[in-house]
Nanobody, 115 residues
């Protein structure tokens, strides 16, 4: 499985962006899927993760502003509203299956928010 992330760009504070992640190959509905980000000089952190169909975890810093969705088993979105300067980072999508021992990452898409 290869993941292709897209949708990043340069925006102003308060703007919105939607990130997309497309998986080529076989992705499973049971995969744990999510978005992570890494800001300059910082460690990669979780942004939003589908733990399963009924449970989504969001980082406290994005709750109420970001929304993750998975319209098909091969597509993952991250809708980001009311972007802030501190949201500036490279965003990575992830599909993993602890059961099958798989862990796939996209190449990252850069989001830059100007204040």
């Amino acid at each position: 499985v290869q993941l292709q992330a897209s949708g990043g760009g340069l925006v102003q504070a308060g703007d919105s962006l939607r990130l997309s992640c497309t998986a080529s190959g076989t992705a499973f509905v049971s995969d744990v899927t999510g978005w992570y980000r890494q800001a300059p000089g910082k460690q990669r952190e979780m942004v939003a993760v589908f733990v399963n169909r009924a449970n989504i975890n969001y980082a406290d810093s994005v709750k109420g502003r970001f929304s993750i969705s998975r319209p098909t088993r091969n597509t993952l979105y991250l809708q980001m509203n009311d972007l802030k300067f501190e949201d500036t980072a490279v965003y990575y999508c992830n599909f993993r299956s602890p059961h099958r021992g798989t862990d796939y990452w996209g190449q990252g898409t850069l989001v830059t928010v100007s204040s």
